[in-house]
């Protein structure tokens, strides 16, 4: 696989939908090369690694860069189609996912689940119900509370667009073997507690300002 993937970029195809090198004479996959981004082994202490290991872990990381982009360009041409920027679309996938599942969605809910303030979800809601993608009613229990639901309209386009698009990843899982899938699962939560912000002083910088 690796010979392959280096044959291909040495012949100027395209790897992963990107062109294979930059017009600096950089290849894209050698950005997730830990040799040429720590040569000197300040971050990464490969000492003892098979070589081979080190190639086999840098084309993972490169696959995982290949799809982080696919998912970049899925959200541009979403937020394009639908004329709505990334929260807005994140808020809307929320109130489909409440609706599907019988639930009532709140102004409340929709902040804590986009982690914005109260007065951000506000304008952020005006502006859906501006664009006709939502509708506020009444809540039926709590009078405290407004009941928010995606318009059938947005609902459908959606649905037929953006998230079936979306939805092509459960094929690529069912591909997987059941111990395959269980290997994958494993691996990005251990990669994602590996690089959750903790208590760096430079990660509450921004907390601070």
């Not at 501006?130 to 928010?148: E, F, K, S, W």
Request: hydrophobic letters at 35%; charged letters at 25%; glycine letters at 6%.
């Amino acid at each position: 696989m690796q010979c392959m993937r280096e044959e291909t970029a040495a012949a100027g195809v395209p790897v992963g939908g990107r062109s294979a090198q930059t017009p600096d004479g950089l290849a894209d996959a050698d950005v997730y090369d830990v040799e040429y981004s720590d040569p000197e082994q300040v971050l990464v202490d490969r000492e003892g690694m098979p070589p081979a290991d080190v190639r086999q872990i840098t084309e993972l990381m490169s696959s995982l860069g290949e799809l982080r982009e696919a998912e970049e360009q899925l959200s541009e041409a979403s937020r394009r189609y639908m004329r709505l920027n990334d929260t807005d679309m994140r808020a809307l996938h929320y109130l489909i996912v409440c609706a599907h599942r019988g639930i009532l969605a709140t102004p409340g809910g929709i902040a804590h689940h986009l982690r914005i303030s109260s007065a951000s979800t506000t304008k952020l809601l005006d502006r859906l119900e501006r664009g006709g993608h939502i509708v506020r009613a009444p809540h039926p229990t709590d009078r405290r509370a407004l009941a928010i639901s995606i318009t059938p309209q947005t609902h459908q386009a959606a649905m037929e667009t953006v998230g079936r698009q979306q939805a092509k990843r459960f094929y690529a899982a069912a591909r997987l073997t059941s111990a395959e899938r269980e290997v994958v699962i494993r691996f990005l939560r251990d990669m994602a507690r590996e690089i959750a912000p903790g208590d760096e002083a430079w990660t509450q910088q921004h907390a601070k300002d």
